[in-house]
């Protein structure tokens, strides 16, 4: 009977592992082609059966991507977007976020439901108003309209909150009764604290912002300004059999994605988690 | 200054750098969205206000209804399956297994990858004649190439390939939000589950599934509000050319940012996004109900 039981368990395992092995499989598989096609010539890029490993691995695809289109200007752009609208949010939030979980002030719970309300409203039913706002404004054409359209988010108030909400009302507290002012409780208890949730709201939003597509593609409208993922379909259409190539493009954008993602993320289960967007 | 102004003045003070922002480039916005759906205007001359037209210009036009019918099947196709998968996927990543970690980024990782790039890749593969996939599809089965499916080439197969590629991308991220659910399980329930005889299937049924079920309602949630919003997985799956979009995957996004940025019918456009706010609500109110009713 145990012996059985264990046996089943055991085939079960086995079958999981599987399970597992093929599903690993069928999410790594686009990557390594893309990285394998990124180093040959067109014309080996369909040989079939596939060879994995090209066998003379053509390097010159990786540099000349960067003189077909001006691939260093667009992610120059793309980083300099990136940063500045993470830092922004990650500090606005923040800031906003320890109010509103910590902070008794008139009118906070109607503020805070406006901030609800909004995250469901999708940015596409006023994506045209705002380009009209920003237009009258001047900002057409300028990364500043990308900034200000992305800097200041909701659903990043509504993360930090909700991990501040965890953090004990005594801390803050003990802390003013120490004399520390509430910029001070903000600098050197909450954000320290927030770690996780720093750093899950930070992938979020540089994600996003790397990755926008309609965004820039209504904003910006001079080469010099555009950004990566912009430049990457451009370069697509123009040059749409030129698989090499364009595998060798995708390949560096996606890069400082990965890096980011892998530099934050044993944190990210723990911060989605605490900040509770489990709901 | 009293002390209750002056707290209330410090709690502005922290909220204020994201408010400002917040209500001129959001607040705003959505409010100008509701006027500018019963006006006409291309953006240069005055506008003029027109009642209704557009609502009734709306009620006739076909393309949109098409549109509309197009995002409610893709819809119906990525909810239940992307649910499916990404709750199997957690249940077997919160068990104690090798490798566990590495297959949590390698899961995650579509989600955070460029959608220009990956979708680049699939249409490589998804290719009809030269693509793996058929290549593989015609070696195992004998079928000539040109009678296998030409994916996203093919109005018949369009919608499928893009709801294949959908849940490919983004199941991770759900993948994530069930594992911090399943996290937040008190293990004693299943302790106590099983000391009364229940078996693996009896426990998940009546420990995990109720257990998880505000965290299913959010999944749901997010997953309905963001298939009506979708229209980059469409474009850049077909080609990388738009004009490749036919009437069997025009989405209600790409028609309102055709009507407003081509055809700068911004009032019409306007009309169309209000009945997308409308959609999204009123899913919004149903689940939030649902979720009250069932979800304890």
Not at chain 1, 176 to 200: F, N, V
Request: with cysteine; aromatic share 16%; net charge positive.
């Amino acid at each position: 009977m145990v012996g059985k039981s264990k046996g089943l368990r055991i085939s079960l395992m086995v079958l999981v592992y599987i399970l597992l092995f093929a599903t690993v499989l069928a999410m790594l598989v686009p990557y390594i082609w893309m990285l394998s096609s990124s180093l040959k010539l067109n014309k080996d890029v369909f040989s079939f059966p596939m060879q994995w490993i090209p066998a003379n691995p053509r390097w010159e695809n990786f540099t000349d991507i960067w003189t077909r289109i001006p691939l260093g200007r667009f992610i120059f752009n793309t980083a300099k977007l990136s940063i500045i609208v993470t830092i922004l949010q990650l500090l606005t939030s923040s800031f906003a976020a320890y109010a509103f979980s910590k902070l008794h002030f008139r009118g906070k719970n109607f503020i805070f439901l406006g901030y609800i309300a909004t995250i469901a409203i999708p940015w596409q039913a006023y994506m045209v108003p705002q380009f009209i706002l920003m237009r009258y404004m001047g900002l057409n054409n300028t990364h500043l309209a990308i900034i200000l359209l992305q800097a200041f988010s909701a659903f990043g108030v509504f993360m930090m909150r909700q991990f501040y909400q965890g953090v004990p009302d005594e801390l803050c507290e003990a802390a003013r009764i120490d004399g520390l002012s509430e910029y001070g409780i903000w600098a050197r208890i909450m954000l320290p604290l927030s770690k996780p949730a720093l750093s899950t709201l930070t992938i979020f939003t540089f994600v996003a912002t790397w990755n926008d597509f309609l965004g820039p593609m209504i904003y910006l409208t001079d080469t010099k300004l555009k950004t990566i993922q912009i430049g990457l379909r451009m370069f697509i259409s123009q040059y749409s059999a030129e698989y090499g190539l364009i595998m060798a493009a995708s390949v560096v954008s996606i890069i400082p994605v990965v890096i980011v993602f892998l530099a934050l993320q044993k944190y990210f289960v723990q911060g989605v988690a605490a900040s509770g967007i489990k709901g | 200054m009293s002390r209750g102004v002056k707290d209330n003045l410090i709690a502005y003070s922290f909220i204020a750098p994201n408010f400002i922002g917040f209500a001129l480039f959001t607040l705003v916005p959505m409010i100008f969205a509701f006027i500018l759906a019963f006006v006409k205007w291309d953006g240069a001359n005055p506008m003029k206000f027109i009642g209704l037209d557009n609502f009734t210009r709306l009620i006739k036009d076909s393309t949109f209804h098409k549109a509309l019918w197009n995002t409610v099947v893709y819809t119906i196709g990525v909810v239940p399956l992307t649910m499916i998968v990404a709750l199997a996927l957690a249940i077997l990543l919160n068990q104690k297994i090798m490798g566990r970690n590495f297959m949590r980024t390698v899961f995650f990782f579509p989600y955070v990858a460029s959608l220009v790039a990956v979708a680049a890749v699939w249409n490589f593969i998804f290719s009809p004649t030269m693509g793996p996939i058929n290549n593989i599809l015609h070696t195992i089965t004998g079928i000539p190439l040109e009678d296998l499916p030409r994916w996203a080439a093919d109005k018949q197969w369009a919608m499928f390939t893009v709801v294949l590629f959908t849940v490919w991308k983004n199941m991770g991220y759900y993948m994530v939000i069930y594992l911090a659910g399943l996290q937040g399980i008190n293990p004693e329930l299943y302790e106590a589950a099983e000391l009364d005889g229940a078996g693996p299937w009896r426990r998940f049924r009546n420990v995990t599934v109720p257990q998880l079920a505000p965290t299913t309602f959010f999944v749901l949630m997010i997953l309905v509000i963001n298939s009506f919003k979708v229209y980059d997985i469409f474009i850049n799956l077909f080609a990388g050319a738009d004009n490749q979009l036919n009437d069997s995957t025009r989405v209600m996004v790409y028609q309102i940012y055709n009507t407003a940025f081509r055809s700068l019918d911004y009032g019409y456009a306007s009309a169309m996004a209000i009945v997308l706010f409308l959609l999204v609500l009123g899913i919004t109110i149903v689940q939030f109900r649902g979720e009250k009713k069932y979800g304890q």
